[in-house]
Every structure is written in C-alpha cells, then in structure tokens.
C-alpha cells in the first residue's frame, strides 16, 4: 500500500500513488498508529506536596521518540482547589510544552462549595 500524507495527516491510502515531494520507501516495514499512553503523571504534584519530574515538554518528547503519540496526563486535584481551575491550569500547562496531542483525566478528591453545579 502506499499512504499519502498532508501537513501531518493521512490523506490517502492506495496503490499506485502519484510520486509525492517527499517519499520514504518503507518496503518490508510495518506502518502503524502511534501508541496513546492513557496513564500519565505530567507536571502533577503528589500528595505529599512533591513536584513530578516531567514537564509536559519532556514526558511528551519521550513519549514521541517512543512512537507514542498521545498522552492522558492525571489532573490532581487537591483539597481546596476548584475543579474548573485544576483543569484550566493543567490545560494552559499542555498548551504551553506538549510536543504531541494530549488529554486530561481529572482525579477529583473535593466536591465541596462550588466545585459541583447545584
């Protein structure tokens, strides 16, 4: 099969394609999805108050040399802190250094006040 690509998307898979600007000859390789690790710990802070190693640029880097191509990074919340604001600030932080696609998954440890909608 061939596999034609566009400013970084899939575009068509066929045989025969048309020369492109740019071809890579794959011949007895396999061509695969990348991986999405669905449980990362990225610029979180643990209960213990201690800062993860990783930013989101360097777990995200690896992560790519990896063939990785999405991470689903814990949002920590810790008592006291607004949900919408936990979200928001690991969202900015992804934003900022994340080199591949990424998501959240909020870990929720305080639904008091006006954390949950009445």
């Known amino acids: 099969?061939?596999?034609?690509?566009?400013?970084?998307?899939?575009?068509?898979?066929?045989?025969?394609?048309?020369?492109?600007?740019h071809e890579i000859d794959a011949s007895g390789l396999l061509v695969l999805p990348g991986g999405v690790d669905t449980h990362c710990h990225i610029e979180q802070i643990s209960g213990a108050g201690l800062m993860n190693a990783d930013t989101f640029e360097t777990a995200t880097r690896s992560a790519a040399y990896g063939g990785t191509t999405c991470t689903v990074s814990f949002a920590a919340q810790h008592p006291g802190n607004r949900m919408r604001d936990v979200v928001a600030d690991y969202a900015a932080l992804a934003e900022k250094g994340a080199l591949i696609d990424h998501a959240i998954n909020m870990k929720v440890t305080d639904i008091s006040g006006a954390n949950l909608p009445n």
């Open 1 to 21: 099969m061939d596999v034609g690509i566009s400013d970084g998307q899939i575009t068509t898979i066929g045989t025969n394609l048309p020369d492109g600007t």
